[in-house]
């Protein structure tokens, strides 16, 4: 198990993925990051950013706790849009749980702790997540995108809090 | 988009399977032929078929909306046999919204419609899943499910009801 504090603004992950490589494959440490620029560009809140990293294809799909499926590029692009037009900050505390990478496809699993703002209120959660990712063109893209409220044995009841 | 009406009772999808051969590959053939497996052995209440189809490695991963996150083939396992040991029935209507097939790993993308019984309780919900399955000596194992409560902004409020 990899375990990754991804924390954006104090910018640590670079040591991190340091300390990763020397016993990671070259094709993991790729989707390591192409996993966090899909962060980044979360918390950046930068539809260009998200563009980028998204394989522009009617297959790719994103499942997320509060939006219908999202379908094809064009639904998810416009998902994304949405979303950051409607808040105005957003945290992730993410760990990585897992990390396969075969030849041309890879998948991470990970955990979100999440702080985010829009007008007037604040919202917190904890989310599972399974990324996959497809390389073309010597590139990691990702393909799907499938975020879900934690459920916690410890903390149930108390995993998802809204103050507004 | 692959649409497939999975009903056990009435056992229907093997001429489903035959009108979508013509469009699929072989590799998509069997990993359609996969995903009912799991959802054969998830309704047949059946732990022996459900270990047969799961690769038995610690990396694989388990998400479904009442559990914990379970990680390594031992707890998987284990969350499957408490599951058929405390439900009594269960029915899914599940869809393919989306199956990709590459050489040595597939996913398929689904939404299920559940109802289930337990010691005097029904519950019903509506979920989307996410599948993932390994090519490993000829057959595709299951490594990867992820599944949770479905959002959706006609229904919202309703897509999930319990009746005691």
Chains 1, 2 share one sequence.
Request: proline share 1%; with cysteine; net charge negative.
């Amino acid at each position: 198990m990899y375990v990754i504090e991804y924390l954006t603004l104090e910018r640590q992950h670079a040591s991190d993925i340091m300390l990763l490589s020397l016993i990671m494959t070259s094709a993991e440490e790729q989707v390591l990051e192409a996993n966090q620029d899909f962060y980044t560009a979360l918390q950046d809140l930068k539809l260009e950013e998200m563009e980028a990293l998204w394989l522009h294809d009617d297959w790719v799909r994103c499942v997320r706790p509060e939006w219908d499926m999202l379908e094809g590029w064009d639904a998810v692009r416009e998902g994304w849009q949405k979303l950051f037009e409607s808040i105005r900050y957003i945290r992730i505390t993410m760990t990585v749980r897992s990390l396969q990478a075969e030849e041309t496809v890879a998948w991470v699993c990970c955990t979100e702790k999440i702080h985010s703002a829009s007008a007037g209120k604040f919202d917190s959660s904890h989310q599972d997540t399974t990324n996959i990712f497809k390389k073309e063109n010597g590139n990691w893209y990702m393909v799907h995108h499938h975020s879900s409220l934690r459920y916690s044995s410890q903390t149930q009841g108390e995993h998802r809090e809204l103050v507004q």
